[in-house]
């Protein structure tokens, strides 16, 4: 630009022009431009042509310089308020957008909800498929999102598998419920990256503005609060804070910190419950599983708190303690019962080891068990979070001689696709969805179906958490082969156990 204003200094101004054209100029030559020679009019015309394109060029170059200004402060907007990977509003965004719609919302008495989520077994991915499919699971989800939602309400990123989504002007609760359950399914759906397909899903926690709160922080902290609760409660589902306030006992952080602060103390026992043959009304075997006993007394079991062990980063080492547990007291037991069968829930963070094989057979080695006696207990919403990761193992397990126990029958969609190559030899009904079932006519017929498919299947089915005795009769009737429950006996202790075998 500089060098361009020198240049324009250094050519003939027009005034000099004129003034040496005058001094050639023959004695009564007239002093009219137009009577100069052809000559010295074409020179004329390319001086100013050629001056005219200088000043020209100055003024493009002045416009890009412009423009390249804007470029750049746009640039710097936007990495300042969007995440790069999704070009989704970031968290500094976010809480500016959230902080001028409750002020908003405040002046003109409007009401707003705001939902917060995350991808359920995200974790997973990354560490199976590697992080490149993670970020790209990452970008589709973004997109289904914003498709998922109306138009201005406001979809975020907050760093890792986290969103928020503000809805604005949303006036009911069905409204809300409507749009959760369109995220859920949406999300829920397969991807596919390079051939391999890939499933996740989501939770979802939802605060209301100014019905919880009408703070901002108390909003976001509120909808995490019922996200965490929705996420114990199975996960694929949404929970609204008015609803689950008063199942937060603590805020989400400080409870992840009790939590793992009772790891390092130990604060964790194992229990058990009788399996009962429902024709013979003897026990045939028992489920060993985790509590969690607080200093104040109270017991919280494994369901409660499978979230903040994922968290915690000790769940392989709490899932191989308790494998070990069982095949100790399988031992033991035995004694009483050679043909007693010993069934143990199976951690995440356990079969997914490369060596997860090769561990159990040492353990049969070191406890002086057998295979058949060992009932390995999977939960079946782990087929949509693993794929086909989840089925080689369990082949390669039945090969090996162990049993499998699928729990969650009845809450879970069945794959029939993935059913059909596996050899299961127990299907355990999932206790809520059993309960319900079994107080309309409709879902009693429900149950014998499953039942009629597990006897087609050559599989047991259990029933649990039977607590009357018509419900442990009908089951018998319809085919149902094992029972647990505080019918017979609430969870109890090793030795309580076994004291009953004895």
């Known amino acids: ?49 050629e001056l005219q394109s200088r000043f020209s060029d100055s003024v493009d170059v002045a416009y890009l310089i412009e423009s390249e200004v804007n470029q ?23 809480h500016d957008i959230l902080d001028k719609l409750v002020q ?41 999102l914003v498709s998922s939602v109306r138009d201005g309400d406001i979809v975020s990123r907050l760093g890792g598998d986290e969103f928020v989504i503000l809805l604005s002007d949303v006036s009911s609760r069905e409204d809300i419920e409507v749009i959760c359950n369109r995220i859920v399914t949406e999300i829920s759906r ?33 909808a995490d609060e019922a996200l965490y609760v929705a996420k114990s409660k199975g996960k694929k589902t949404f929970r609204f804070y008015d609803d689950v306030k008063f199942e937060v006992p603590v ?26 043959d429902l024709k013979q009304s003897r026990i045939v075997g028992g489920y060993i599983s985790l509590e969690w006993v607080k200093a104040d007394g109270s017991r919280q079991p494994f369901e409660d708190w499978q979230v903040l062990l994922k ?17 100790f007291y399988l031992r033991q037991w035995s004694q009483c019962d050679a043909e007693l069968v010993v069934t143990v829930p ?28 060992l009932q390995l207990a999977f939960a079946m919403d782990k087929f949509d979070q693993f794929d086909g990761q989840l089925v080689e193992k369990l082949k390669e397990l039945s090969e090996a001689g162990f049993q499998m126990t699928l729990t969650g029958l009845g809450a879970t969609p069945l794959n029939l696709p993935v059913l059909s190559g596996l050899n299961v030899q127990e299907f355990k009904f999932d206790q809520a969805w059993l309960k319900t079932q079994m107080a309309s006519a409709a879902g009693r017929k429900w149950i014998q179906a499953l039942i009629q498919m597990g006897q087609g299947l050559d599989a047991c089915m259990i029933a649990t958490g039977l607590d009357e005795e018509s419900e442990a009769v009908a089951l018998k009737q319809w085919g149902c082969s094992l029972g647990q429950g505080p019918y017979w006996t609430q969870p109890i202790d090793a030795q309580s156990f076994e004291q009953l075998l004895t």
Request: proline share 3%; with cysteine; aromatic share 10%.
């Open 1 to 49: 630009m500089t060098q361009l204003a020198h240049n324009l200094t250094q050519e003939p101004r027009l005034e000099q022009l004129k003034t040496e054209r005058r001094s050639k100029k023959s004695p009564g030559e007239p002093e009219l431009w137009g009577a100069e020679s052809t000559d010295d009019k074409a020179n004329f015309h390319r001086l100013l042509g």
């Open 72 to 94: 750049r402060t746009a640039d710097l907007y936007r990495k300042a308020n969007y995440d790069s990977l999704t070009h989704l509003p970031n968290r500094g965004y976010f």
């Open 104 to 144: 908003g919302a405040t002046e003109k008495d409007t009401i707003f909800s705001l939902l917060f989520l995350d991808l359920d077994g995200f974790k997973q991915v990354n560490d199976t498929l590697g992080h490149h499919i993670g970020d790209e699971l990452l970008r589709y989800v973004s997109g289904r």
């Open 190 to 222: 397969p991807y596919w990256f390079d051939g391999v397909e890939v499933l996740t899903s989501t939770s979802i926690g939802v605060s209301q503005f100014p019905q919880d709160s009408k703070l901002s922080s108390e909003l976001i902290e509120q």
């Open 251 to 276: 805020k989400s952080h400080e409870l992840q910190q009790a939590f793992e602060d009772a790891i390092q103390a130990s604060q964790f026992q194992t229990y058990v419950e009788p399996q009962i």
């Open 311 to 327: 968290n915690s980063g000790y769940e392989e080492t709490l899932g191989l303690w308790l494998l070990d547990t069982a095949c």
């Open 346 to 373: 199976v951690l995440d963070a356990l079969w997914q080891k490369d060596d997860f094989l090769t561990l159990l057979l040492q353990r049969l080695v070191q406890y002086g068990i057998t295979a058949n006696q």
